[in-house]
């Protein structure tokens, strides 16, 4: 008996002098070996080649037929190349719907099993015990599928662009391109957010079908739901008593406030003012702050960024905040041999 307790209070002192004892080197070392080793196995991954293929598909035939219900104004539209993204043609929707449709799903394919995958299959162990610290593993598996989901939704943009140089015979202008680029910036930003959700969850759970289910979950949550309760809870916490028009404007107000808590809102609001250039404001508009603007007449594009900065700072900033939540918890966790 006393040889055990001898024995367990060695180990925790061993345990408590590894726990103090200052690591050597850099804590990044090894980063960019584990992104270039994550995007080479997501590139040649069967899944991925899988979602990718569906999405050049349709994004190649949502953009086709939109092209053809905009030939007819080559000459009479400034912004050909956004209307292309935005123009919707029955039966397909525009490209924009479809891509907000699939990118959650392509960033949370990249993530689910990041981190529990190596635990099932033996290898977190023999990883950690190369000169490589947790913190480098961590962030390398998720710059490595951040820089796989921009590298896919870059092909794609350029692919769009090819297609309608193709089809329409004209240029894109400096504003198109310009204006695309921060759509492309947003969108990117926007998978990360689900990326980091599918970390999360991936460092909770060691099977990854359940990190998958709760990921998908949390998705259908925020498109069916989110916008249902967030009316509900906006006639509760500004509830109308007189029906004056200050009372349901604030209540217009607190609930639009709670749907930008979701990230679909704020890149739903981001693709509008990006890629529609006639939109000056994203949020309600009284008839007294229409004075002397002049309708129809599109923003330039530094004042439409200025519109979406806090769209676009949210949807950074809810990816920072789900990766360091992630981060906390993987530091915490245990690994055994």
């Given at each position: 008996?006393?040889?055990?307790?001898?024995?367990?209070?060695?180990?925790?002192?061993?345990?408590?002098?590894?726990?103090?004892?200052?690591?050597?080197?850099?804590?990044?070392?090894?980063?960019?070996?584990?992104?270039?080793?994550?995007?080479?196995?997501?590139?040649s991954s069967v899944r991925m080649v899988i979602l990718e293929v569906l999405i050049v598909l349709v994004a190649v035939g949502t953009v086709y037929v939109?092209?053809?219900?905009?030939?007819?104004?080559?000459?009479?539209?400034?912004?050909?190349?956004?209307?292309?993204?935005?123009?919707?043609?029955?039966?397909?929707?525009?490209?924009?719907?479809?891509?907000?449709?699939?990118?959650?799903?392509?960033?949370?394919?990249?993530?689910?099993?990041?981190?529990?995958?190596?635990?099932?299959?033996?290898?977190?162990?023999?990883?950690?015990?190369?000169?490589?610290?947790?913190?480098?593993?961590?962030?390398?598996?998720?710059?490595?599928?951040?820089?796989?989901?921009?590298?896919?939704?870059?092909?794609?943009?350029?692919?769009?662009?090819?297609?309608?140089?193709?089809?329409?015979?004209?240029?894109?202008?400096?504003?198109?391109?310009?204006?695309?680029?921060?759509?492309?910036?947003?969108?990117?930003?926007?998978?990360?957010?689900?990326?980091?959700?599918?970390?999360?969850?991936?460092?909770?759970?060691?099977?990854?079908?359940?990190?998958?289910?709760?990921?998908?979950?949390?998705?259908?949550?925020?498109?069916?739901?989110?916008?249902?309760?967030?009316?509900?809870?906006?006639?509760?916490?500004?509830?109308?008593?007189?029906?004056?028009?200050?009372?349901?404007?604030?209540?217009?107000?607190?609930?639009?406030?709670?749907?930008?808590?979701?990230?679909?809102?704020?890149?739903?609001?981001?693709?509008?003012?990006?890629?529609?250039?006639?939109?000056?404001?994203?949020?309600?508009?009284?008839?007294?702050?229409?004075?002397?603007?002049?309708?129809?007449?599109?923003?330039?594009?530094?004042?439409?960024?200025l519109l979406i900065w806090p769209q676009l700072t949210g949807l950074i900033a809810g990816t920072i905040l789900l990766f360091a939540l992630a981060y906390?918890?993987?530091?915490?966790?245990?690994?055994?041999?």
């Amino acid at each position: 008996m006393a040889q055990a307790l001898s024995r367990q209070q060695s180990e925790r002192s061993v345990r408590y002098a590894a726990r103090r004892q200052t690591r050597e080197g850099s804590p990044w070392a090894g980063l960019w070996t584990v992104v270039a080793k994550e995007m080479a196995d997501h590139l040649s991954s069967v899944r991925m080649v899988i979602l990718e293929v569906l999405i050049v598909l349709v994004a190649v035939g949502t953009v086709y037929v939109s092209t053809q219900a905009i030939q007819n104004r080559i000459s009479q539209d400034d912004f050909l190349y956004l209307r292309l993204m935005t123009t919707a043609n029955s039966p397909l929707p525009s490209f924009i719907s479809l891509l907000a449709f699939f990118i959650p799903l392509l960033a949370i394919a990249l993530g689910f099993d990041a981190v529990n995958g190596e635990f099932n299959r033996r290898t977190m162990s023999r990883l950690l015990a190369q000169p490589i610290y947790r913190d480098a593993l961590l962030m390398g598996k998720f710059l490595g599928g951040l820089f796989t989901l921009a590298l896919v939704c870059t092909s794609i943009w350029l692919l769009i662009l090819g297609m309608g140089v193709f089809i329409l015979g004209v240029q894109p202008g400096t504003e198109e391109v310009g204006r695309s680029l921060w759509f492309l910036l947003a969108t990117i930003f926007y998978g990360g957010i689900w990326l980091a959700l599918a970390l999360v969850f991936s460092v909770i759970f060691r099977q990854p079908a359940t990190a998958a289910l709760a990921s998908i979950a949390i998705w259908l949550f925020y498109i069916v739901f989110w916008n249902m309760i967030a009316g509900v809870l906006a006639q509760a916490l500004s509830p109308i008593q007189f029906g004056f028009p200050s009372e349901i404007l604030a209540q217009a107000n607190m609930q639009l406030t709670l749907s930008r808590l979701s990230p679909n809102t704020l890149y739903a609001e981001a693709m509008v003012a990006l890629l529609q250039p006639e939109v000056r404001s994203l949020g309600i508009i009284l008839p007294s702050q229409m004075d002397g603007a002049i309708l129809g007449s599109p923003l330039p594009l530094m004042q439409s960024v200025l519109l979406i900065w806090p769209q676009l700072t949210g949807l950074i900033a809810g990816t920072i905040l789900l990766f360091a939540l992630a981060y906390v918890l993987f530091q915490r966790q245990e690994i055994r041999a």
